[in-house]
Nanobody
């Protein structure tokens, strides 16, 4: 089992950057693929990015490709989401989630463990 906790959210102006962290408990953290999702008010939860357990492969939603970077440090049991060139439409609660599936997974219901979320607000 994995417990996840996000941090790093906040209020920023458009064009600026934020780095989110997802800290995990558990000795088998490297066995899990981690995904970042976000949910804006009145909208469904949407996929942002995912990374394999080893960190060797990543995949992004088209809306964030080239602006966001997902990475992980398994020695620290932490996954990061570096968000650059932020836009007002990036405003949402950001969640990290874990799955034991090795292939690319972009649907929330394939992830078994979730953090509580961190709010990101981008002002214009």
């Amino acid at each position: 089992q994995v417990q996840l906790a996000e941090s790093g959210g906040g209020l920023v102006q458009a064009g600026n950057s934020l780095r989110l962290s997802c800290a995990a408990s558990g000795r088998t953290f490297s066995a899990y693929r981690i995904g970042w999702f976000r949910q804006a008010p009145g909208k469904e939860r949407e996929f942002v990015a995912t990374i394999t357990g080893s960190g060797s492969s990543t995949y992004y939603a088209d809306s964030v490709k080239g602006r966001f970077t997902i990475s992980r440090d398994n020695a620290k049991n932490t996954v990061y989401l570096q968000m650059n060139s932020l836009k007002p439409e990036d405003t949402a609660v950001y969640y990290c989630a874990a799955t034991s599936m090795s292939f690319i997974v972009v649907t929330p219901n394939r992830y078994n463990y979730w953090g509580q979320g961190t709010q990101v607000t981008v002002s214009s």
